[in-house]
């Protein structure tokens, strides 16, 4: 059983670690079989990934329920507060890779490989013009189309800006312990971001199939779809954890004075919106 020693608080032993653990491994298997041909291997990723989900639902709920039975202190609330700073940490270290590899490919291989500079043009790729956006020098002569920056992406822009607000007036209607509002304001915010998601789904359509952009488009298409396809998974996963807070909001999991289940999804989902302006500037409007 879960106890408390001296303000420490020591959780009670779980199966949930070693369940997640065995979901990891049946899918990196699963994955790593699938392409090397296997047959098998979409079924055990298939099956790692049920078991992952299982393993989910199972141990954040019994986390909710140790949470509203009030088994944790000040003590856990800081090393939850501490746990998500360092994994929002890490996922700005994540971003910034992709952010320096756009940098690098625009600002400084093109440059030195296109004819921009022209010692470095002659020594590396003489005679080659290359400007951004490009597929690369393999592929100078690749006809594709640039996604601009209006309209889809500034709509989007305005829809995570506007859901940041949003969040915000809930957190405010929480602290108030207005419920309605808290609630309202939540779904509000959910909405916005499953529409940013439908936008997003649209331009990968349009790119995909009216533009040539697609991950094959050289360096242009890859720093393209990985920064904003990665923000895209970012927001469907900020999107589910915003509808399950509602749903606990709803429920009346939270009071003023203890509610950082909603906080820490409310950082999560700051970042999202820091991220994706980002993106629309490095990737859209400084094309």
């Not at 820490?264 to 094309?287: C, E, K, Q, T």
């Amino acid at each position: 059983m879960a106890a408390t020693h001296g303000g420490y608080y020591l959780p009670h032993g779980s199966h949930w670690p070693i369940t997640g653990s065995i979901a990891l491994f049946i899918l990196a298997v699963g994955t790593a079989s699938y392409f090397q041909g296997a047959g098998w291997g979409p079924w055990a990723m298939l099956l790692g990934f049920a078991i992952l989900i299982f393993m989910m639902f199972g141990w954040l709920g019994t986390v909710i329920s140790e949470s509203v039975a009030g088994a944790y202190n000040e003590q856990v609330d800081r090393s939850f507060r501490w746990g998500m700073s360092w994994f929002i940490f890490s996922e700005v270290m994540f971003f910034a890779a992709f952010f320096g590899a756009l940098y690098y490919a625009r600002v400084l291989s093109v440059p030195w490989l296109g004819g921009v500079d022209v010692e470095t043009n002659k020594l590396l790729w003489d005679g080659l013009s290359l400007n951004w956006p490009t597929a690369g020098p393999g592929h100078a002569d690749f006809e594709f189309e640039y996604m601009p920056a209006w309209p889809i992406p500034t709509i989007n822009t305005i829809l995570l800006l506007t859901s940041g607000v949003t969040i915000t007036i809930a957190h405010h209607a929480l602290k108030a312990a207005d419920r309605e509002k808290l609630v309202k304001w939540m779904w509000a915010t959910v909405g916005l971001g499953a529409t940013f998601l439908m936008f997003q789904a649209y331009e990968f359509y349009e790119a995909w199939h009216h533009m040539n952009l697609t991950m094959h488009t050289g360096v242009y298409g890859s720093t393209f779809f990985m920064l904003t396809g990665f923000h895209g998974f970012h927001v469907t996963i900020g999107t589910i954890m915003l509808i399950v807070i509602t749903l606990r909001c709803m429920k009346g999991h939270f009071t003023p004075e203890n509610h950082f289940g909603f906080e820490g999804v409310a950082w999560y989902w700051h970042f999202v919106d820091v991220v994706w302006l980002g993106l629309f500037i490095f990737v859209y409007v400084l094309i």
